[in-house]
């Protein structure tokens, strides 16, 4: 609190843009939550969603953060009373959104290296409800460990043996177990987790009496998260936010606006969840496939069908192309014209265009780069997992090609002419300039343009099985259109080929 203090009274003369500060009464409230990791997403989506209600007056506790190691920023957070600045900077609605809030959610950070018997002590808190995660897709995995170590050495591990010691510490009070929501980005990332967790509890001879428990008393929760935290910006942002807020933040973290928590949970998830009720981006429902369905098809899509032509085009970041008039045509239309109708779920359209639109909202965003070679990185796999199904299902309910996905398709095959330089890398050149390819698939399509004409290279490419879990060659048209465009890309460029693209459609539509 004195940290605070003087660090408001400092900067309040200094600040030249807006700060809302944390009051006095919210360092009071009892710690709540059990959060495993202290990732910029965890600060800026969980931990600034439970600091929003907690400035409400609902839900009322804080957070202790366990840490996988010592230092780093344990240390800031030490410094700076547990406080951190997130700067939302985004577009909402077609508007700017600036924001600046000094986060109050987090107490303490313990390090699991060297504090665990602090977290097991916390295990049997009273006032404990909740464990939060995000130790990174590969943290969900099943090791087979002690977990009597101190502490284990997967995330998996040191939940059990967190669970174990709270069952110990009530007896096995059915009351007394907690909801538990991984933020980690795989589907069904509770189911899994609890999976793994029973499994190592049988490994560990843990006893019937608390597996049991661990099945009836607590929640495992699927979850979906959506914000794009890219964390201490670049050093020249940086430094002009510490001058505008006229204080030094070892922590801040920028974010955009738009924030999404989906939560597949019941009536006492949402009980013990209270958050939900104010904090803006947080649904609970007993199924949250709509949510992943939207994300999945229309924003991880959208980005898998443009990265290619964007790139070839000469534009680096999705703002960029945002920025360029028949790109940011092409991004609009296949989202919600090819992709949105090819869902293979049902959704309403009016929310699906509202999706889609707050979607445009975040590819426009100033502040965030991202750069498409970034997005390219496993394209295959992705294209696979995102977009051919979306491919079926179009072809299902329209009987037609869907023009937008095939030139993007036919721009993913030319970005990935390439001359391999590893298993699962090669360079490619566009406009004169190389460029690195990261995608297991490399090395394939380095063979196939060596080997075969643009027409049988399509060809051969869509019918594999390997690739895409079926023959797109059997989707009628799909790869006459694709070969057509990967011809005219070849030969007048993609600029020109997008340009002629809404020439022609022009021309159709009157």
């Not at 009980?271 to 999945?296: M, N, Q, W, Y």
Request: proline share 5%.
């Amino acid at each position: 609190m004195d940290t605070l203090n003087k660090q408001r009274a400092l900067a309040a003369p200094r600040s030249t843009a807006p700060v809302s500060w944390p009051t006095a009464e919210l360092f009071n409230l009892p710690e709540k939550v059990l959060q495993f990791g202290t990732g910029v997403l965890l600060r800026g989506l969980p931990d600034f969603m439970i600091d929003e209600a907690n400035r409400q007056g609902v839900f009322k506790g804080r957070v202790v953060v366990v840490k996988s190691t010592d230092g780093g920023d344990a240390t800031a957070f030490e410094r700076q009373d547990g406080l951190y600045t997130v700067c939302i900077r985004g577009v909402e609605d077609g508007q700017p959104v600036e924001e600046n809030v000094v986060s109050s959610s987090i107490s303490r950070v313990l390090s699991a290296k060297s504090q665990w018997a602090e977290v097991l002590d916390f295990a049997a808190s009273p006032e404990l409800q909740v464990v939060i995660s995000n130790t990174t897709e590969v943290g969900i995995q099943l090791v087979n460990e002690d977990i009597h170590l101190t502490p284990p050495s997967s995330f998996p591990g040191k939940l059990l043996a967190v669970l174990y010691a709270r069952f110990e510490a009530f007896k096995g009070d059915a009351s007394r177990g907690l909801v538990i929501v991984p933020t980690e980005l795989i589907p069904d990332n509770g189911r899994k987790l609890e999976a793994i967790v029973l499994e190592l509890a049988h490994r560990n001879d843990l006893g019937s009496a608390f597996i049991d428990w661990l099945e009836s008393a607590n929640s495992f929760c699927n979850t979906l998260v959506d914000r794009i935290v890219p964390g201490r910006p670049e050093p020249a942002l940086y430094a002009q936010l510490q001058e505008e807020l006229g204080y030094q933040d070892d922590l801040l973290t920028i974010s955009e606006a738009y924030a999404l928590w989906a939560i597949e949970g019941d009536e006492k998830v949402r009980e013990v969840l209270s958050f939900h009720t104010v904090a803006k981006g947080v649904v609970i429902r007993p199924d949250i496939t709509l949510f992943r369905e939207l994300k999945l098809r229309l924003l991880n899509g959208t980005h898998t069908l443009s990265y290619a032509l964007a790139h070839l085009v000469g534009c680096t970041t999705v703002r960029e192309s945002l920025e360029n008039e028949d790109l940011a045509r092409f991004v609009h239309n296949l989202m919600l014209a090819d992709l949105l109708p090819g869902i293979p779920y049902q959704v309403d359209e009016k929310v699906g265009q509202r999706f889609g639109m707050q979607v445009l909202d975040r590819f426009r965003n100033p502040y965030l780069e991202h750069r498409w070679l970034a997005i390219a990185m496993q394209g295959t796999a992705k294209m696979q997992m995102r977009n051919v199904p979306t491919l079926l299902h179009y072809y299902q309910t329209h009987q037609a090609v869907p023009h937008y996905m095939a030139l993007g398709f036919a721009a993913y095959l030319l970005f990935m002419r390439n001359t391999a330089t590893g298993p699962s890398t090669g360079q490619g050149e566009a406009n004169g300039e190389p460029y690195t390819i990261q995608d297991d698939r490399a090395g394939y399509f380095a063979d196939l343009w060596t080997k075969f004409s643009p027409e049988e290279l399509t060809n051969a490419a869509l019918r594999n099985t390997a690739l895409w879990g079926h023959d797109l060659t059997r989707l009628p048209g799909f790869a006459e259109k694709v070969t057509h465009y990967l011809n005219q890309l070849l030969d007048e460029g993609a600029s020109a080929t997008l340009a002629a693209f809404f020439t022609k459609k022009a021309a159709l539509a009157s």
